[in-house]
Every structure is written in structure tokens, then in C-alpha cells.
């Protein structure tokens, strides 16, 4: 009857490695080019997200400011916010970011990604970038709203640079995070429910709207395991005139990065299994 | 696959299974299908066709038993299966979000189609499908018959062994069939590309297969041409009068929610 070879054919002919980087750089951007093309069309999307960041600065910021025992190192009080104010859009808008996978499968979508020969890893790092291209958009209009309000940013090419890529790290940590809950629960209402459920503690738990040293000692355990307390700490440095960084921006950055390597793992691992 | 001779077997099934806890949805299939052939897999709902197609197009694990796409185990080989097959799933899979052109463009980096290449093939499989003049417009405003022709140049853009088809036309018009039965007999023709395909349509089945297996609770109830089956069924017989013989009688209980759901939002999206 059927005949099937024992030894299965090699694998067609190895790539060198540069082109195989090219091959794995392309299908990553193929995955970020989608989220570009959707953001030109409908530009929108962004303006509205900058409500939650103006509220928190104009209003919570600005009340705030004015409470005297709440000391913020040599801050004014609305400069230390509005670098966690920067990091929680960061993490609103990427913790929410899973939710297009569901919509994905949902409609079918997914399958072209998954029936590809890109990589597992490709594809994650892909979405997870995705998320970081609108947490930039957010992070611009941050910038631009803390201008308004006085605060005192650094503008030196080096200190923007590294804030975009430490936002560009963040979100993709947390658009990864979000991913692997997605894979999870793999309905739109279970991960909105989670996704809400999850940003609150995550924000509160951090050094965003308060120094560390406020807080009472459980609480500074939990948030020193937070990786938002990470990403606000080094914004802070970045970000503000005379800011500085509690861990200091190497360990800031290898917190982050070393994360976020270990959730691309598992990610991939899970997003393969998600179109079953 | 360009040294391939036209009587090779291309896709390989054996004694390939797939259970879900008790459930076993896929049941020892054994079958090959031969290079440039139309092959269509046949069944009631919740037979086990698009758990077999998922199989072989390495979107879900084998459970036992082996299957080879162009001689790579779809298991241990499953990179290199997805390198030379196409897939157009059952449900929408091209972006509605994005322009067609902007579709081809993803599966072509997904696929590495080389840059040079990129521009001339995606025009290409644009003009095939007929697709040239809406290219710059978002899928969302295509008609369901132009996102299959879509969907199916994207799964064509890397030049795969195989195109894997699950139910092509379901929630289509007459008119709309047609267009898309058109396209994938020139594909066979042009690209000399295998083809699998599901469907409930008989007539389709009929006309469209050179081959093809009758599923039934996960087995293959019967094998051959469209008309050695008919014949075995009697003089006079059509598809459909094989499908009832050969089919439990219990298909229609068979489908459930989810199936209903799925072909639903399939037939919506399409339609």
C-alpha cells in the first residue's frame, strides 16, 4: 500500500546564520508592520487613550501636589508623578493588548500566523513589540502634557532615547505578560475582567504614586518584586531634571529585559497552543 | 518540491488518530493523495475533517499514528511541513483591518518570500484573483467571495507543495462559488499544486475532486474518484444518496454548538 520513507527528508538546506537573523527580523517585523498599518488607518484610537494620563496629571497630580507630609526626595511632587504616571500608561495600554490575540482566534485570523514557518518566538516578540508602538504613542503625549504643566523634563537626546527604550522594554514585558493571560482564559470577557483586576494591584504595589519609602515594609517587599517599580525607577532618572534612580539604571534595565526574556519563553510555548 | 514526478504521494496519512480525553475525533486514518491531485475530504459536521486537516497542517498534535507533507513528518518536521503548504482555514484569516495588498505583504514576510520578489509576486497573485483594482481597500469592504480569492493568494505567495483548503465556499453565493472554483482549477493547472480540501457541498465534491475520502465519526467510510464511490452506491446514484448509505444516519445529531457557532460566523464573515 503506502509507502513512507523511514528516514524523513534533511531538513531544506540550512540558511547561514545572517540570513536566517534577516529571516527572523523580518517575520518579527511583519507582526509590528500590522500594528502600524492598523494605527494609520484609524489614528484615533490614540487621542483617546490620552484621556486616563490627562486625568491622572491635571487632576489626581495637582490636588495632590499640594499635600505637604508627602515627601518625594528633591522632586516636586508633580515632576515624581508624571514619570509614573508615563510608566502606568505604559502598563495600562499594554496589559490590554492580549486581548487582539482573542479577537484573533476568535475570528480565525490566528491561523495565518500559526500555519506560517515564522518561529513561535518571531510571532511573540512580534505582538509584544505591537504593544510597545502604542505605548510610545502614549508616552508622546505624556511628555507633552507634563510640558504644559511645568514639569522639569530632561530633553537631552541621550535621556529620550533611553526613556523610549525603557518603554519600549516595559511594554513589551507587560504586552507579553498580557499575552499569557490571553492564552489562559481565551475569551474576550474572562481577560478584560482579569486585565482589570490585575492593573490596579500592579500600579498601587509600585513606586508609581509614591516613594518607596512611604510605604510600610510588606508592601515595599511586594513592590521591589513588582517589575513596574523598575521601569518607574528608571523613568525617573531618565525623564525628570535632577531625577534619580533608587537601583540604579543597570539593574533597572537587566530586571526588565531579564523578564521579559523568560515570559517570551513561555509565551511562545503557549501561543502555539492557542489556535487548538 | 520541483523534482517531484506527477505519480509521487505527496500528503500521507497513517493510522493517524486524534483524541480529545474520551473523545476520539479522528480514528486511524490511512490515505495518501497523489501530487497535482484535487483531493476532498468528506463527512457530516463533527466528523473530523478540519481536525484532520489541523493535523496535517501541523495546527494541532497527532495523537497517534504519522502523517508526511512533500516527505517531512508533520510531528518532528513541522517548520519545514509549514514552509510547503498553504493553509485558508475554515473560518476568516485575512485582516479586515488591513488593505488586501497590506494581507499579501504579512504572509509574504511570514513566508520570507525574498524583497526582491515581494512587489512582482504580490501583483501577480493580485491580478490572478482578480483582486488588482481593490487592492489598496480594506478587506473589511470586500465581498465574501473576493476575501476567499484573498485568502487563498496569501496561502499561494510562497509557492507551497500543497494548498489545504477547509470548506472554501461555505456561506458563498452560486456566483461567488463559481469565482472561487475558477481560481483554484488555475492554480492546479499554472502552479501544478496539491490540493486538499473539506466540504459538505456534493455537487462541489463532484465536480471539483479528483479524489476523494467520505468521513464519518472520525473514519474513512470510503476512498476513491467521485465515481467509483457513485457507482458502488448503485446505478443512478448520486453523492448524496453515497453519503446517506455510507454516512450512521446520525450525522445530523452530530454537529454541535460549537460546530452551528463556527459555520455561522464563518458563513457571516464570508457572506
Redesign the interface.
Known sequence: ??N??DS??A??DEPRFIDRTF?YA??V??VV??EL??LE??PMELLSRAIQPALWLLLFGEVMAKVRGLSSGNLQYLDFLSAGILAQSVLFVAIFNGISTIWERD???L?????????RSALVIGKSLSGSVRALSQAVIVYALALIIGVDIRLDPLAVLGVVALITLGACLFSTVSLIIACLVKTRERFMGIGQVLTMPVFFASNAIYPLDLMPLWLRTISSLNPLTYEVDGLRALMLVGGQSVYGLTIDFAVLFGIFAVLIGVAAKMYSRM?? | MDNMSSHE?VV?A?DLSKRFGTFTAVDGA?F?VNHGEIFGLVGPNGAGKSTLI?ML????PVTSG?A?IA???VE??A??V??H?G?V???????G???GY?NL???A????VPISERKTRITRALEGMGLSEVADR?VQHYSGGMIRRLEIA?SLLHRPAVLFLDEPTVGLDPVARRAVWDHVRLIRTRLKTTIVMTSHYMDEVDQQCDRMALIDRGRIAAIGTPSELKEKAGTGATLDDVFVQLTSGTAELEGNYRDVERARL?AR?HG
Open positions: 500500500m503506502l513512507v520513507p524523513p527528508p531538513s531544506t529571516g523580518t517575520q517585523f511583519a508592520a500590522v498599518q492598523k488607518h484609524d475570528l480565525g485570523i491561523h495565518r500566523y500559526l500555519a506560517s514557518p515564522a518561529p489556535g487548538f | 504521494i500521507q497513517i490511512t495518501g489541523k497542517t501541523t495546527l494541532l504519522r508526511s516527505g517531512f513528518d518532528r518536521q517548520a519545514d509549514r514552509r503548504i493553509y482555514p475554515q473560518l476568516l484569516s485575512a485582516d483591518q488591513l488593505t497590506q505583504l504579512l504572509s514576510r511570514l513566508y520570507g480594506l496569501q464563518a464573515e
